[in-house]
């Protein structure tokens, strides 16, 4: 069959493409997605997002190579599979980051990348609960929401912060983003806001829009340095069908390159090595992954509190059955109580660290009183290096589009992340030292108070640190020869394709990756129909 365009991936970008771009009647989209459909029973639960991540049918379920810098360990790598990809699995934080992570875009060359640019369309992807304003949209798909719980436990979280100076912040979206803020998610009348939910379901009677799930890429058809087409397994058997405009890559940071070198595109040397006929040598394809390093620091409490007392099998049971009913109570949050940005170094033009506590353990399970091993309550508060240095890769395992890639981070590579990293856990001892939550905790469990030294934080790190699932940067949009897509997002070199995703971004911004990947697939869109919102230059 012949379409217009075909979108390659349903996840945070691409089931917007498909959505946008099908507003216009006489415009034709297939998308395909190597998932299914979004059917899990907790998929909706803000609350259950650990739990659908344990899926395998949900969750792509990816690992590192070895990782030299953190004791040789192999990373476990959650990707969501499905309708709305990583959107419809991840932990719902609703984060753009900094203004200068853009302006450093258009300051790189990448013209309609820098802050006032990229803003129109963070405003027009969201309905936020203030309504809209000059930072926020009061009428787009994807709902944003206040968590604001007691059982959060903010208020002492937010006066031992503004006790050691931190300021607090209302809005990290908005003009500022340094200081402690409530955590805000992507969560609309209690349920997930996932790109499936907010932009497609909508979309699905268009009789211009063809989804197509359980349809796995081959490659990208290539004729005369034009890509004419896809060829993909579906139902068992082999399709192929043809684009009359162009196709469209938006399967994410590890499957993007590792489709184009599939097509043979990518660099030549190393695609000769897997027998793979290059048909154009585009060194940067799979270079240049970014990822934010995390870490999470854990303080118990003294007394039984936080919401770990609502995972007791019977309360959890009865918050389940009033989620169903109701659509609120605490099911309806994503369990974390904050954002903290700040600068580890006061020479910093931007925050360097994000601190997300929560008044849970991140091994919490449901318990029964005298039945399960004790739960564990405290507060768990991961630290992520946002502007980290270390560059890692993807490459392919094997010709067979159904093998995983092969993904090494070389986290820690660059010493300076390890630094950032160290004064991170520094600064939550010092937090946790303020009134009231000194008064509130018994000890700090990892990495435990023995541990003083930057060589004892270190080695604790390096045996337990992981990362934040926010992988960019493997298509990377720039100049020069390694990179893979210019500011239109088109590859370089090849006619009728573009990637349309995480992997453009040429740095990891200082945030969380869904929001700002979703600004990448409105943007895109409005690039395709010859469209373009004004600049905020006012802001």
């Known amino acids: 069959m012949n379409f217009d365009y075909i979108v390659i991936g349903a996840g945070s970008a691409g089931a917007v493409l498909a959505t946008r771009l099908t507003e216009d009647k006489d415009v034709s989209v297939l998308l395909l997605e190597a998932g299914g459909k979004d059917r899990h029973p907790f998929m909706l639960i803000p609350l259950a997002f650990l739990k659908v991540g344990l899926s395998r049918t949900y969750n792509w379920h990816f690992e590192t190579e070895p990782e030299p810098a953190m004791d040789g360990r192999r990373l476990p790598i959650g990707r969501g599979r499905g309708l709305g990809g990583s959107s419809s699995i991840n932990a719902l934080i609703c984060m753009r980051g900094h203004r200068r992570d853009y302006e450093r875009w258009s300051e790189a060359g990448l013209e309609g990348w820098g802050y006032a640019d990229v803003l129109p369309y963070f405003r027009r992807l969201e309905t936020n609960w203030r309504g809209a304003t000059p930072y926020h949209g009061g009428d787009g798909p994807i709902r944003v929401t206040p968590i604001d719980f007691p059982e959060m436990l903010y208020e002492p979280i937010l006066e031992a912060a503004k006790a050691m100076g931190i300021p607090q912040n ?13 955590m805000e998610a ?29 349809a796995l890429t081959l490659r990208v058809i290539l004729e005369k340095g034009r890509a004419v087409g896809v060829e993909y397994a579906c139902g068992g058997r082999i399709c192929e069908d043809r684009v009359n405009r162009e196709v469209l890559l938006s399967a994410g940071s590890y499957n993007s390159p590792q489709i184009l070198m599939l097509s043979g595109i990518g660099p030549a040397d190393y695609l000769k090595s897997m027998n793979i006929a290059p048909i154009h040598d585009l060194p940067g394809v799979g270079q240049n992954l970014s990822e934010h390093p995390n870490y999470i620091n854990f303080y118990r409490l ?3 509190g936080g919401l770990t007392r609502a995972l007791r099998l019977d309360r959890a049971t009865a918050l ?25 170094r006061g020479e910093l ?19 029964v009183p005298r039945l399960t091993a004790p739960p564990r309550y405290g507060f768990n508060i991961r630290i992520g290096v946002m502007h980290p240095r270390s560059r890692g890769w993807v490459k392919l395992r094997s010709t067979d589009p159904r093998d995983k890639p092969r993904i090494q981070f070389n986290m820690y590579q660059a010493p300076e992340d390890m630094e950032t990293m160290i004064r991170g856990v520094r600064i939550c001892r010092e937090l946790f030292g303020q009134s009231p939550l000194r008064e509130m905790v018994d000890s700090e469990i990892f990495p435990g108070k023995e541990r003083t030294s930057d060589a004892q934080l270190a080695e604790a790190i390096r045996k337990d640190g992981n990362h934040r699932s926010h992988p960019v940067g493997t298509c990377r949009m720039g100049f020069g020869d390694d990179a893979v897509v210019d500011p239109q997002l088109r590859v370089r070199g090849i006619e009728g394709l573009r990637v349309i995703d995480a992997s453009v971004m040429p ?3 200082g945030g969380n990756t869904n929001v700002p990947t979703i600004m990448i697939g409105e943007k895109a869109a409005d690039m395709l129909r010859g469209r373009k919102l004004p600049r905020e230059d006012q802001l």
């Open 170 to 182: 209302d809005d990290p979206n908005g003009a500022v983003q340094e200081g402690i803020s409530r």
């Open 186 to 214: 992507t969560i609309g009348d209690g349920k997930r806001s996932s790109t499936a939910r907010a932009y497609l379901y909508p979309a699905m009677n268009r009789p211009n829009l063809t989804v197509r799930t359980g």
């Open 302 to 304: 003294r007394e039984p």
């Open 320 to 344: 389940v059955a009033r989620w169903y009913l109701r659509h609120d109570g605490i099911f309806a949050s994503n369990g974390a109580a904050a954002n903290i940005f700040l600068r580890s």
């Open 349 to 367: 033009d931007r925050p360097d660290l994000q601190l997300t506590p929560m008044s849970v353990s991140n091994q919490a399970q449901l318990w």
């Open 507 to 509: 740095e990891v911004p």
